[in-house]
């Protein structure tokens, strides 16, 4: 069991959308075949933010004004075999996400890092052989999907407990 700290902002598909709904499936699947956490689909822009909530939340609200959606392509799965990237869609680093990113970490004042975009299916500790297994099962999921809003959450302790706090609208 892995615990995080402070607030993430995440890129999420409408939860109409059938990516969403596709995505949402695939990961409650491997959470209760494997008794691993569950979790929302999301594409983590910035995570382990140190700040007080109200900062955190006005600095999201005038981030999201400065920021259009954009387009999020998966393309193709891995694993680091950490229990927060155990199994993930890697996301295409286009221009616009890459930019999207620098400009949120700037704005947030975190620290130049490269950035590694990905849509986690698995959180947890699993046998190489179950990521292997898992891997070759979903070689040809694809996504697709359009981030039209940052959700904030605060992401402290284990996954049980992390609470979605509010949705921005990209707005530009």
Known sequence: MSKAIGYSLWLVPDTDSQAYLALSERIKDIALKYQTPLFE???????GIQD??????????TLSKTLKPLEIQTCGIDSYETYFQALFLK???TPEIMQIYEESR??????EKEHFPHLSI???????NDIQSLQAALESI?????????ELWRTEGETKQWTKLETFF???
């Open 106 to 111: 700037q704005h947030f004042g975190l620290p």
């Open 91 to 93: 996301v295409k680093k």
């Open 41 to 47: 689909p999301h594409v983590t822009l910035l995570g």
């Open 170 to 172: 990209l707005e530009q």
């Open 52 to 61: 007080l909530e109200k900062n955190v939340r006005e600095k999201t609200q």
């Open 122 to 128: 698995a959180y947890g500790e699993f046998a190489l």
């Open 142 to 150: 694809e996504s697709v999907f359009f981030a039209k809003t940052i």
